[in-house]
Nanobody
Framework: VQLQASGGGLVQAGDSLRLSCAAS??????MGWFRQAPGKEREFVAR????????DYADSVKGRFTISRDEFKKTMYLQMNSLKPEDTAVYYC????????????WGRGTLVTVSS
């Protein structure tokens, strides 16, 4: 398994949750989080560049979610604060590797459910 996501669960609106994604890949260019809500298409959530730690966020999560990475553990995190029911989705982690365009590897996903 190249990517293993964890940390999902059931929380109430306004609560916080932290997702983790461990990579067993030799090199990384960037990692990202995506999510797919029931009946909707998968959407981008956040991305972190591996060497410099540069970050990018979807407008819907800016100011509430923080993406980070631990280079030595090859693990990415998503700290989610002030969760809303519309954040309910399966969250997927993905990895970019040098020499290939786009995300080459995807994790299985972890379910986040936010009740109102």
């Amino acid at each position: 398994v190249q990517l293993q996501a964890s940390g999902g669960g059931l929380v109430q609106a306004g609560d916080s949750l932290r997702l983790s994604c461990a990579a067993s890949l030799r090199t990384l260019r960037a990692m990202g989080w995506f999510r797919q809500a029931p009946g909707k298409e998968r959407e981008f959530v956040a991305r972190v560049g591996w060497s410099r730690g540069s970050t990018d966020y979807a407008d819907s999560v800016k100011g509430r979610f923080t993406i980070s990475r631990d280079e030595f553990k090859k693990t990415m995190y998503l700290q989610m604060n002030s969760l809303k029911p519309e954040d309910t989705a399966v969250y997927y982690c993905a990895a970019e590797i040098p020499g290939r365009a786009g995300y080459s590897y995807w994790g299985r996903g972890t379910l986040v459910t936010v009740s109102s």
